[in-house]
Protein backbone atom coordinates (compact mmCIF):
# COMPACT_ATOMS: atom_id res chain seq x y z
CA UNK A 1 0.00 0.00 0.00
CA UNK A 2 1.44 3.42 -0.93
CA UNK A 3 0.22 6.33 0.83
CA UNK A 4 0.51 9.89 -1.04
CA UNK A 5 -0.25 13.50 -0.04
CA UNK A 6 -3.30 14.49 -2.92
CA UNK A 7 -4.44 18.21 -2.61
CA UNK A 8 -6.08 17.56 -6.22
CA UNK A 9 -3.77 20.26 -8.03
CA UNK A 10 -1.55 19.44 -10.82
CA UNK A 11 1.69 20.88 -10.98
CA UNK A 12 0.92 23.11 -13.55
CA UNK A 13 -1.65 24.79 -11.10
CA UNK A 14 0.52 24.94 -8.15
CA UNK A 15 3.40 26.73 -10.47
CA UNK A 16 0.34 28.61 -11.74
CA UNK A 17 -0.65 30.00 -8.21
CA UNK A 18 3.22 30.82 -7.22
CA UNK A 19 3.39 32.89 -10.16
CA UNK A 20 0.46 34.95 -9.34
CA UNK A 21 1.25 35.20 -5.48
CA UNK A 22 4.71 36.77 -7.25
CA UNK A 23 3.08 38.93 -9.33
CA UNK A 24 0.73 40.39 -6.30
CA UNK A 25 3.69 40.67 -4.02
CA UNK A 26 4.36 44.07 -5.40
CA UNK A 27 0.64 44.97 -5.21
CA UNK A 28 0.59 43.95 -1.70
CA UNK A 29 3.59 45.80 -0.88
CA UNK A 30 2.15 48.93 -2.08
CA UNK A 31 -1.13 48.47 -0.43
CA UNK A 32 0.84 47.90 2.55
CA UNK A 33 2.34 51.42 2.18
CA UNK A 34 -0.60 53.33 1.83
CA UNK A 35 -2.32 51.74 4.97
CA UNK A 36 1.08 52.83 6.90
CA UNK A 37 1.19 56.26 5.66
CA UNK A 38 -2.64 56.24 6.47
CA UNK A 39 -1.53 55.35 10.10
CA UNK A 40 0.71 58.35 10.54
CA UNK A 41 -1.19 60.62 8.96
CA UNK A 42 -4.36 59.54 11.15
CA UNK A 43 -1.95 59.34 14.40
CA UNK A 44 -0.50 62.96 13.67
CA UNK A 45 -3.76 64.44 12.83
CA UNK A 46 -5.41 63.52 16.36
CA UNK A 47 -2.05 64.40 18.17
CA UNK A 48 -2.49 68.05 16.24
CA UNK A 49 -6.07 68.54 17.10
CA UNK A 50 -5.17 67.26 20.99
CA UNK A 51 -2.78 69.93 20.84
CA UNK A 52 -4.38 72.49 19.23
CA UNK A 53 -7.55 72.04 21.50
CA UNK A 54 -4.81 72.51 24.77
CA UNK A 55 -3.10 75.04 23.57
CA UNK A 56 -4.65 77.10 20.88
CA UNK A 57 -4.70 80.26 23.30
CA UNK A 58 -0.63 80.46 23.10
CA UNK A 59 -0.54 80.84 19.47
CA UNK A 60 -1.44 83.88 17.30
CA UNK A 61 -4.03 83.92 14.85
CA UNK A 62 -1.64 83.31 11.47
CA UNK A 63 0.00 80.46 13.30
CA UNK A 64 -3.48 78.81 14.51
CA UNK A 65 -4.87 79.47 10.76
CA UNK A 66 -2.11 77.79 9.62
CA UNK A 67 -2.13 74.55 11.56
CA UNK A 68 -5.93 74.50 10.89
CA UNK A 69 -5.34 74.94 7.32
CA UNK A 70 -2.88 71.91 7.55
CA UNK A 71 -4.73 69.72 9.27
CA UNK A 72 -8.23 69.89 6.84
CA UNK A 73 -5.91 69.25 3.91
CA UNK A 74 -4.35 66.15 6.17
CA UNK A 75 -7.69 64.71 6.84
CA UNK A 76 -8.89 65.16 2.89
CA UNK A 77 -5.74 63.29 1.88
CA UNK A 78 -6.79 60.19 3.87
CA UNK A 79 -10.24 59.76 1.78
CA UNK A 80 -7.82 59.37 -1.27
CA UNK A 81 -5.57 56.65 -2.45
CA UNK A 82 -2.56 58.52 -2.78
CA UNK A 83 0.37 57.59 -0.73
CA UNK A 84 2.50 60.49 -2.16
CA UNK A 85 -0.24 62.87 -1.27
CA UNK A 86 -0.99 61.77 1.99
CA UNK A 87 2.77 62.09 3.13
CA UNK A 88 3.37 65.48 1.46
CA UNK A 89 0.22 66.94 3.65
CA UNK A 90 1.45 65.07 6.61
CA UNK A 91 4.86 67.02 6.33
CA UNK A 92 3.01 70.40 5.73
CA UNK A 93 0.68 69.39 9.01
CA UNK A 94 4.11 68.95 10.71
CA UNK A 95 5.63 71.86 9.78
CA UNK A 96 2.59 73.98 10.50
CA UNK A 97 2.14 72.00 13.95
CA UNK A 98 5.95 72.73 14.84
CA UNK A 99 5.27 76.65 16.28
CA UNK A 100 2.57 75.01 18.46
CA UNK A 101 5.39 72.46 20.06
CA UNK A 102 7.51 74.42 20.49
CA UNK A 103 5.16 76.58 22.95
CA UNK A 104 3.82 73.18 24.75
CA UNK A 105 7.50 72.29 25.02
CA UNK A 106 8.37 75.48 26.54
CA UNK A 107 5.66 75.49 28.71
CA UNK A 108 6.50 72.47 29.64
CA UNK A 109 10.35 72.95 30.32
CA UNK A 110 8.81 76.09 32.14
CA UNK A 111 6.66 74.24 34.59
CA UNK A 112 9.18 71.49 35.39
CA UNK A 113 11.67 74.11 36.68
CA UNK A 114 9.52 75.51 38.86
CA UNK A 115 8.68 72.11 40.18
CA UNK A 116 12.34 71.80 40.76
CA UNK A 117 13.17 74.92 42.35
CA UNK A 118 10.47 74.48 44.39
CA UNK A 119 11.55 70.78 45.43
CA UNK A 120 15.05 71.61 45.68
CA UNK A 121 14.36 74.91 47.93
CA UNK A 122 15.87 72.65 50.80
CA UNK A 123 18.44 71.39 49.62
CA UNK A 124 20.53 73.23 46.87
CA UNK A 125 18.64 76.74 47.70
CA UNK A 126 14.85 78.28 45.72
CA UNK A 127 17.94 80.05 43.53
CA UNK A 128 19.20 76.49 41.95
CA UNK A 129 18.28 76.43 38.38
CA UNK A 130 16.46 72.97 37.41
CA UNK A 131 19.50 71.46 35.68
CA UNK A 132 21.97 71.90 39.24
CA UNK A 133 19.46 70.27 40.98
CA UNK A 134 18.80 67.46 38.93
CA UNK A 135 22.73 66.94 38.81
CA UNK A 136 22.53 66.56 42.68
CA UNK A 137 20.01 63.93 42.20
CA UNK A 138 22.47 61.14 40.70
CA UNK A 139 22.58 57.89 42.51
CA UNK A 140 26.25 57.44 44.42
CA UNK A 141 26.73 53.67 44.05
CA UNK A 142 24.79 51.80 40.85
CA UNK A 143 25.12 48.48 42.36
CA UNK A 144 21.76 48.48 43.15
CA UNK A 145 20.27 45.30 44.94
CA UNK A 146 17.06 44.13 45.14
CA UNK A 147 16.23 42.20 48.67
CA UNK A 148 13.23 41.23 50.19
CA UNK A 149 13.17 42.64 53.89
CA UNK A 150 10.77 42.24 57.26
CA UNK A 151 11.00 44.72 59.49
CA UNK A 152 11.01 43.58 63.09
CA UNK A 153 9.66 45.77 66.36
CA UNK A 154 11.22 45.53 69.55
CA UNK A 155 9.08 46.45 72.00
Do not use: C
Not at 24 to 31: I, L, Y
Not at 49 to 76: F, P, V, Y
Amino acid sequence: ITIKANSGLSEDEIQQMVKDAELNAAEDKKKLELVQARNSADAMVHSVKKSLAEHASKLDAGEKEKIETALKEAEESLKGEDKADIEAKTEALMTASQKLGEKVYAEAQAAQAAAAGGGAAGGAGAGAAPHEAQASAKPDDDNVVDADFKEVKKG
